[in-house]
């Protein structure tokens, strides 16, 4: 075979050479290896004796044609709007002006920094982008706009875009940018017919000035404040509050227990990552650092992949791990065999790169690199399937200027390849359209994925106490009932009762996670929520019987039973008021104050599983949804 024909600069055919190669001889050594290390050096002697290369291909330049394309495209969209008032028009018209900002954010991630295409796509997204009243974000795509004296009708577009925009902040420097523009303008060589129209929309635009800009066709984007910990923070546990405590067992390994009782709604971890990603469909709109939606990206200087929110982000991204990356992103986007865990496993091989060799030496990578990552328990072929990744990957960032000795980086993105995909966890964000400011229009979407070290002490239960929201990148843990003192912390992995039958979850949780879950849920064989009956079925707190009403005949008095059903009613009474408000949109923390004052006292009254108190914990899940992150985007599903 040709040299050519063995070398691969992609993933997907030099992982299908690669499995042509084992015979049964090669699988049975493979199986045999007991460690990682052992593993990539049986791949790399087999390469070898094939001639065998890797040469991963760096791809995601700058494409100063493809990017005309694109603002071709955009330019074509923004005739057929012509003047639009962004307060008023309807769904269609909405649909071209974010066709029109998704294409000219193209042409900006395509052009070359600098080049005559970067300016024209952000002065074009300026413009659109003050009509909805976005001015923030036009004035950023001004800044970016690069311009010379002699390009006069540039200066004025500008001058239009940047007066419109400070109209109500700073009328002054409103006024002050038309007289810059029509003093240039004056003293232009353009054509008479053009300097006398571009005159008149500065004449008519300092008019205006003191109608101010429109109303944000978007709320603006505040980045979502992160609560506190409940009874302040752990002294040895990360992130964590002092009300947990961690504990090990050969059963469960490391896990969190309550040593106190914790109240529902209580916040009990706030975890920063030790490193994330945004999956590929997040890249063009998502600051690839802080993971904030914008609507005016900062495209990344080298690549057409990722975007930044500022220049702040883009050099802290850069410095630490974009630099290396930077080329390689294409492989994660295309490839069928690589998924985007790839991309979360490099940043956390590149932040770990200085203590790979000695994880102890860094406390908070020592923690990552203790998590578990089930080679024992995993099928041959999937530990092949990594130990491929893991020898491509590390040979691309080789490639791109990162040092290791001998096979020191193979080994380290084996183990995290493995470890990540049992211990990484979403980041998410709530979607909303403008054309439904109020209302639940959207649940919850992943945009990216994280590994977080305190989090992923928490094992698992079908029917969780706990549930995670992202802040920007951090995630915040919240129990969404009391939890006692003695009581494991319990989030769910993906595969709750409310939804997934018990043995799909048993297979599920067995195949990803290489354990048999042994929760309430599943021992009891718990009905889906769609099965449960709508009515709560009480418990006595004394005897343990069921009965239909809170109170016991037996083990209370009139007057005591009595008191009881008074009490359960003003709690359902303000459960009901507090579920209206929150389909509505209506909410305050007195709703959130009720609904956790109804988990509170009904936990330990009804007979689980319970629909309303199911139902409870739900509302209360969207609120904290609403105040984690939220992204408003002019419509859904754009073609």
């Known amino acids: 075979m040709a040299a050519a024909e063995n070398s691969f600069e992609h993933f997907d055919p030099f992982y299908r050479r690669l499995s042509s190669l084992l015979g049964a001889d090669e699988v049975a050594r493979f199986a045999a290896c007991s460690s990682d290390e052992q593993r990539v050096l049986l791949l790399q002697r087999l390469l070898a004796e094939a001639k065998v290369r890797l040469q991963p291909l760096k791809a995601g330049h700058k494409d100063q044609q493809l990017?005309?394309?694109?603002?071709?495209?955009?330019?074509?969209?923004?005739?057929?709007?012509?003047?639009?008032?962004?307060?008023?028009?309807?769904?269609?018209?909405?649909?071209?002006?974010?066709?029109?900002?998704?294409?000219?954010?193209?042409?900006?991630?395509?052009?070359?920094t600098g080049s005559r295409v970067s300016s024209d796509a952000h002065l074009g997204r300026a413009g659109l982008l003050s009509k909805l009243g976005q001015c923030a974000d036009a004035l950023n795509d001004c800044q970016r706009v690069t311009v010379s004296?002699?390009?006069?009708?540039?200066?004025?577009?500008?001058?239009?875009?940047?007066?419109?925009?400070?109209?109500?902040?700073?009328?002054?420097a409103a006024q002050v940018e038309i007289r810059e523009a029509l003093a240039a303008l004056s003293k232009s060589q353009l054509a008479k017919p053009e300097k006398a129209q571009m005159t008149m929309k500065l004449v008519?635009?300092?008019?205006?000035?003191?109608?101010?800009?429109?109303?944000?066709?978007?709320?603006?984007?505040?980045?979502?404040?992160?609560?506190?910990?409940?009874?302040?923070?752990?002294?040895?546990?990360?992130?964590?509050?002092?009300?947990?405590?961690l504990r090990e067992s050969p059963e469960k390994g490391r896990y969190l227990v309550a040593n106190t009782t914790i109240p529902a709604g209580a916040v009990v971890i706030?975890?920063?990552?030790?490193?994330?990603?945004?999956?590929?469909?997040?890249?063009?709109?998502?600051?690839?650092?802080?993971?904030?939606?914008l609507l005016a990206p900062l495209p990344c200087p080298t690549c057409t992949q990722v975007c930044f929110c500022s220049r702040e982000c883009m050099s802290e991204a850069m410095s630490s791990y974009h630099s290396f990356e930077c080329s390689l992103l294409h492989h994660v986007a295309s490839s069928s065999e690589l998924s985007s865990m790839a991309l979360l496993v490099m940043r956390v091989v590149l932040r770990a790169r200085e203590h790979l060799a000695r994880p102890t030496d860094d406390p908070t990578f020592a923690r990552v690199h203790q998590q578990v990552g089930n080679s024992d328990a995993r099928p041959v072929g999937d530990l092949v399937k990594r130990t491929a990744a893991a020898l491509f990957?590390?040979?691309?960032?080789r490639d791109a200027g990162l040092t290791a000795q001998d096979c020191l980086l193979e080994v380290a993105m084996l183990r995290h390849l493995q470890s990540c995909s049992c211990n990484a966890y979403e980041i998410s964000e709530t979607v909303q359209p403008a054309l439904q400011i109020?209302?639940?229009?959207?649940?919850?979407?992943?945009?990216?994925?994280?590994?977080?070290?305190?989090?992923?002490?928490?094992?698992?239960?079908?029917?969780?106490?706990?549930?995670?929201?992202?802040?920007?990148?951090?995630?915040?843990?919240?129990?969404?009932?009391r939890v006692e003192r003695g009581e494991e912390l319990l989030d769910n992995y993906g595969y709750s009762f409310l939804?997934?039958?018990?043995?799909?979850?048993?297979?599920?949780?067995?195949?990803?996670?290489?354990?048999q879950c042994g929760c309430q849920p599943c021992q009891q064989r718990w009905p889906c929520f769609h099965q449960l009956r709508p009515d709560a079925r009480f418990r006595c707190q004394k005897c343990g019987k069921q009965s239909g009403k809170p109170s016991c005949k037996n083990c209370h008095s009139k007057a005591g039973s009595k008191e009881i059903e008074r009490k359960v009613r003003l709690f359902s009474d303000r459960f009901q008021v507090a579920l209206a408000r929150v389909k509505v949109c209506d909410v305050d923390e007195s709703v959130e104050q009720w609904l956790a004052e109804y988990i509170e006292e009904m936990q330990d009254r009804v007979e689980h599983p319970s629909k309303e108190l199911l139902v409870a914990q739900q509302a209360l899940i969207k609120i904290w949804a609403w105040q984690a992150n939220r992204n408003s985007v002019l419509v859904l599903n754009e073609p």
Not at 74 to 96: K, P
Not at 225 to 245: M, T, W
Not at 393 to 397: E, H, P, T, V
Not at 453 to 459: H, V
């Open 499 to 515: 939804s997934v039958g018990p043995e799909e979850r048993q297979s599920a949780l067995a195949k990803q996670y290489f354990f």
């Open 204 to 245: 008519s635009q300092m008019k205006h000035l003191s109608d101010g800009p429109r109303p944000p066709r978007l709320p603006p984007h505040e980045p979502p404040e992160c609560p506190k910990v409940f009874q302040g923070p752990h002294a040895s546990i990360p992130n964590a509050s002092s009300a947990l405590d």
């Open 270 to 293: 706030v975890d920063e990552p030790y490193a994330w990603m945004l999956s590929p469909s997040a890249w063009h709109d998502h600051c690839t650092h802080c993971c904030r939606p």
């Open 393 to 397: 990957l590390a040979q691309g960032l």
């Open 438 to 481: 109020c209302g639940w229009s959207r649940q919850a979407e992943a945009i990216g994925g994280a590994v977080y070290s305190t989090i992923s002490l928490a094992n698992h239960g079908c029917w969780a106490n706990v549930a995670r929201l992202s802040h920007g990148r951090r995630c915040v843990v919240r129990c969404v009932r």
């Open 67 to 112: 990017a005309q394309k694109y603002l071709d495209a955009a330019q074509s969209v923004v005739a057929l709007l012509d003047e639009f008032d962004a307060s008023t028009e309807n769904e269609g018209v909405l649909q071209h002006v974010s066709k029109a900002l998704r294409l000219f954010g193209e042409a900006a991630n395509h052009a070359p």
């Open 149 to 172: 004296p002699d390009d006069v009708d540039i200066l004025c577009q500008l001058a239009l875009i940047r007066s419109a925009c400070l109209a109500k902040e700073d009328r002054e």
